[in-house]
């Protein structure tokens, strides 16, 4: 089964519930001030938009990346009732033609919140992505979980070759400023799908 399909019957099984909630992540939600520092965003895997929604009424111009289109369905409803506007696109982040040129260089502020669906080989790729959508002195907000979090079982994926630690993202993002590479443990609650004590680490990064 593609991720696609298991992630689209996810979405689908939840009904009328939204996965992981509908109010945004508390990581990137803690860092409002710092965001009104750009103009563009762009929430990369999207998902049923709680980010994305969240950033256009924060008064960014923003674009959301979502490969399941049950997902986009979803999140455009949340953007109507809350009377944000965001920009759907339906895309794989990881497909080999992508992004298109006219996103290269694109947004201030690059969202990538929980994406650790993928092992060390498409990670290097994704993070690739993260780098090309961002302007120069753009940033990237990661956030994602370290491999603790397989002790609490309280979401994320269950491989520990997919989860972050400092040392990991540290060379990753060694070419870039990093500004802030924080771990720590928190008890979260999104929705259905994030609940509970939770190891997590956060960063943000800005393009040289």
């Known amino acids: 089964m593609s991720q696609e399909i298991a992630w689209s019957n996810r979405y689908r099984e939840a009904g009328e ?69 965001v920009r759907f696109v339906l895309a794989d982040m990881l497909a080999p033609d992508w992004p298109p040129v006219e996103l290269h260089g694109a947004f201030d502020w690059v969202i990538a919140i929980f994406i650790q669906f993928t092992g060390p080989k498409e990670r290097e790729r994704q993070f690739a992505v993260l780098k090309l959508l961002a302007q120069a002195g753009g940033r990237i907000l990661l956030q994602g979980y370290t491999p603790k979090q397989l002790d609490y079982g309280t979401g994320g994926p269950s491989a520990v070759e997919n989860l972050y630690t400092e040392e990991l993202l540290r060379a990753a993002f060694g070419d870039w400023k990093i500004e802030e590479l924080v771990e720590y443990e928190d008890h979260i ?18 393009k040289p």
């Open 17 to 85: 519930h939204y996965l992981f909630g509908t109010e945004p992540n508390e990581f990137l939600a803690h860092r409002v001030a710092l965001l009104q520092n750009g103009r563009t965003a762009v929430s990369v895997a999207d998902g049923e938009g709680r980010n994305s929604v969240w950033l256009a009424e924060q008064g960014l111009e923003v674009t959301a990346i979502e490969f399941s289109a049950v997902a986009i369905e979803k999140a455009r409803r949340l953007a109507a009732g809350r009377r944000a506007e």
């Open 189 to 206: 609650a999104e929705g259905m799908g994030h609940k509970g004590r939770s190891a997590l680490i956060g960063l943000i990064a800005r």
